[in-house]
């Protein structure tokens, strides 16, 4: 458990994690979009090395990169086995089952790497500026984005809490059980784990109380030449690829 990175922001002194956010984010947006309009052999390699440039110019250790996948292996499976015999008349689609498995599985990889790369706060900044319009409906932007990057934030929170409390029982001679008998066993797991998730959304929200200068704290820095030149490369590449 305690190697599951989804929601964890990984620090390193790299080129992609000193971009600005905004240009992380809309990047991002732009990857996901093309890859979902359409996805082929060309558009496989092609966003398969720019998975790969991320990750060595971000120096991200690639097995980091490997257990990305490793919660939604059952569900790339299933997705493979029902492409396999979708809309096919001469045999199995072997061919269709594999570009879409992989490409759920760029799309995984490259979104999971907006969050490894960029600081927490930086998506709070991000999601405060999307929904800053929406003040004139009633909506509080501070504490819908302070309530969406703890949310992500406690996704790794809680499996390194129940790492912690599985090493713990096995310092005590304690077997721990496994699979589904183990989310059911409320006095050796469930009540520890959720004692020390309320304990940590208590802390949390006791700071966030006393800050009152969240207007400066959400300020992001303005967008360069260089993160605009980026921005532009990234979606003239993806919409070359697209109707090549």
Same mark, same amino acid.
């Given at each position: 458990?305690?190697?599951?990175?989804? $929601?964890?922001?990984?620090?390193?002194? &790299?080129?992609?994690?000193? =971009?600005?956010?905004?240009?992380?984010?809309?990047?991002?947006?732009?990857?996901?979009?093309?890859?979902?309009?359409?996805?082929?052999? +060309?558009?496989?390699?092609?966003? @398969?090395?720019?998975?790969?440039?991320?990750?060595? +110019?971000?120096?991200?250790?690639?097995?980091?990169? =490997?257990?990305?996948?490793?919660?939604?292996?059952?569900? +790339?499976?299933?997705?493979?086995?029902?492409?396999?015999? /979708?809309?096919?008349? !001469?045999?199995?689609? /072997?061919?269709?089952?594999? =570009?879409? @498995?992989?490409?759920?599985?760029?799309?995984? *990889?490259?979104?999971?790497?907006? @969050?490894?790369?960029?600081?927490?706060?930086?998506?709070?900044?991000?999601? /405060?500026?999307?929904?800053? #319009?929406?003040?004139?409906?009633?909506?509080?932007?501070?504490?819908?984005?302070?309530?969406?990057?703890?949310?992500?934030?406690?996704?790794?929170?809680?499996?390194?809490?129940?790492?912690?409390?599985?090493?713990?029982?096995?310092?005590? $001679?304690?077997?721990?059980?496994? $699979?589904? %008998?183990?989310?059911?066993?409320?006095? @050796?797991?469930?009540? #520890? +784990?959720? !004692? %020390?998730?309320?304990?940590?959304?208590?802390?949390?929200?006791?700071?966030?109380? /006393?800050?009152? !200068?969240?207007?400066?704290?959400?300020?992001?820095?303005?967008? %360069?030449?260089?993160?605009?030149?980026?921005?532009?490369?990234?979606?003239?590449?993806?919409? $070359?690829? &697209? *109707?090549?």
């Amino acid at each position: 458990m305690n190697k599951v990175v989804i $929601g964890k922001y990984i620090h390193r002194n &790299s080129f992609i994690h000193r =971009l600005n956010p905004i240009t992380k984010f809309l990047s991002t947006i732009v990857f996901l979009i093309f890859i979902g309009l359409k996805f082929d052999l +060309l558009s496989f390699i092609f966003y @398969t090395i720019i998975a790969v440039a991320i990750t060595l +110019l971000s120096r991200i250790k690639p097995m980091e990169i =490997l257990t990305l996948l490793k919660p939604f292996r059952y569900l +790339l499976i299933f997705t493979f086995a029902i492409q396999l015999f /979708y809309d096919n008349n !001469n045999g199995l689609n /072997y061919i269709a089952a594999f =570009l879409y @498995t992989c490409k759920f599985s760029l799309m995984i *990889i490259i979104s999971s790497l907006f @969050t490894i790369t960029t600081k927490p706060i930086d998506i709070v900044k991000i999601v /405060y500026i999307i929904l800053k #319009p929406f003040k004139v409906f009633g909506v509080n932007p501070t504490e819908m984005a302070t309530s969406c990057i703890i949310a992500i934030r406690f996704i790794p929170l809680i499996f390194e809490e129940a790492d912690k409390i599985i090493t713990a029982q096995k310092l005590r $001679g304690i077997i721990p059980k496994k $699979g589904l %008998r183990l989310l059911f066993s409320l006095h @050796t797991f469930l009540i #520890p +784990l959720f !004692n %020390r998730v309320f304990y940590y959304a208590e802390q949390i929200s006791i700071t966030l109380n /006393y800050r009152t !200068n969240w207007e400066h704290i959400l300020t992001i820095d303005k967008m %360069r030449k260089l993160d605009i030149l980026l921005i532009t490369s990234i979606i003239a590449g993806c919409y $070359g690829i &697209s *109707i090549l």
